[in-house]
């Protein structure tokens, strides 16, 4: 039901521009995609203690569901993430074709 989907997200009703898409704040992270349900996803995968790869694989898998014409298994993946370990930026492209006898090694 509809009040299990609760979060700490909050609508904001003091927009000053008109939009179709509703416009929300947070004050500890941000989810956003193309599904709100699919964002919610990812939501509460960082209310229950995930971290934002966490909550990207989430939204991927939730948006494969509300939104399979635009997403799913075998798309491309493009990623940024920050390491804190080592203060370092790494890109990851995951786009095109695979060979057919790729293997990872």
């Known amino acids: 039901n509809y009040r299990s989907m609760t979060s700490t997200v909050n609508e904001n009703v003091n927009v000053l521009y008109i939009s179709r898409r509703s416009a929300i704040y947070g004050t500890e992270y941000m989810v956003a995609s193309m599904q709100p349900l699919a964002s919610q996803a990812g939501v509460r995968i960082l209310e229950q203690g995930g971290n934002a ?20 298994v ?31 090694e």
């Not at 991927?60 to 014409?69: D, I, K, R």
Request: include cysteine.
């Open 53 to 72: 790869a966490d909550a990207a694989v989430a939204v991927a898998a939730a948006l494969g569901v509300t939104e399979p014409f635009s997403m799913g």
């Open 74 to 104: 075998g798309g491309d993946c493009f990623c940024l993430f920050y390491r804190a370990q080592d203060k370092t930026v790494h890109g990851v492209n995951g786009s095109g074709r695979a060979p057919q006898v790729l293997t990872i």
